[in-house]
T-cell receptor, first 114, second 109 residues
Framework: IAGITQAPTSQILAAGRRMTLRCTQD?????MYWYRQDLGLGLRLIHY???????GKGEVPDGYSVSRANTDDFPLTLASAVPSQTSVYFC?????????????FGPGTRLTVL | GQNIDQPTEMTATEGAIVQINCTYQ??????LFWYQQHAGEAPTFLSY????GLEEKGRFSSFLSRSKGYSYLLLKELQMKDSASYLC??????????FGAGTTVTVRA
């Protein structure tokens, strides 16, 4: 069982370009999350989905969009990347959303926007 | 917003004990998590507290006082592999998880 996979592992992107970060989980978890991690700031929630077909905004949603067409996949799209979106992005999942279930994290995508 | 504070760095000797404190102020409370994160890797779950008291799991223990908005993670018999960042995270009243900036622990031989 792979758990959570993310792609790409790392990416360098020109400002203004569109980019989709992929996240797939094989644990049949209902809830999935996207975080960004920046030095000195910790992990911050971008968007989440408590179940397939629904999404919600986290603490820092501006400039990002998500979709949840099925249980396994939760892609994160940057429509027009800016340098302040340079960060490490982690996808996570939990059995249920809106509960005390533990979140499990993918390996991360390191994104640099120039 | 949420406010979660933990020390930035701590250094300890192999075999020693280190205590990482975490204080929080959140809108509601539905549990506190500790995660371990090695450099360049994903956070991995260590412990969960929702009631006051001590939870022990091998060399790691976590304590919670809800009335004081305080938790600590205790690492005993430190090993070199324990060198990592330790993240305190609080689930608020809306079940959102908010993270502290993390405490980097360096274990010296």
């Amino acid at each position: 069982i792979a758990g959570i996979t993310q792609a790409p592992t790392s990416q360098i992107l020109a400002a203004g370009r569109r980019m989709t970060l992929r996240c797939t989980q094989d644990m049949r978890h209902n809830a999935m999350y996207w975080y960004r991690q920046d030095l000195g700031l910790g992990l911050r929630l971008i968007h989440y989905s408590n179940t397939a077909g629904t999404t919600g905004k986290g603490e820092v949603p501006d400039g990002y969009s998500v979709s949840r067409a099925n249980t396994d996949d939760f892609p994160l799209t940057l429509a027009s990347a800016v340098p302040s979106q340079t960060s490490v992005y982690f996808c996570a999942s939990s059995e249920q959303g809106g509960t005390t279930d533990t979140q499990y994290f993918g390996p991360g995508t390191r994104l640099t926007v120039l | 917003g949420q406010n979660i504070d933990q020390p930035t760095e701590m250094t300890a000797t192999e075999g020693a004990i280190v205590q990482i404190n975490c204080t929080y102020q959140t809108s509601g409370f539905n549990g506190l998590f500790w995660y371990q994160q090695h450099a360049g890797e994903a956070p991995t779950f260590l412990s969960y507290n929702v009631l006051d008291g001590l939870e022990e799991k091998g060399r790691f223990s976590s304590f919670l006082s809800r009335s004081k908005g305080y938790s600590y993670l205790l690492l005993k018999e430190l090993q070199m592999k324990d060198s990592a960042s330790y993240l305190c995270a609080v689930r608020d009243g809306d079940y959102k998880l908010s993270f502290g900036a993390g405490t980097t622990v360096t274990v010296r031989a």
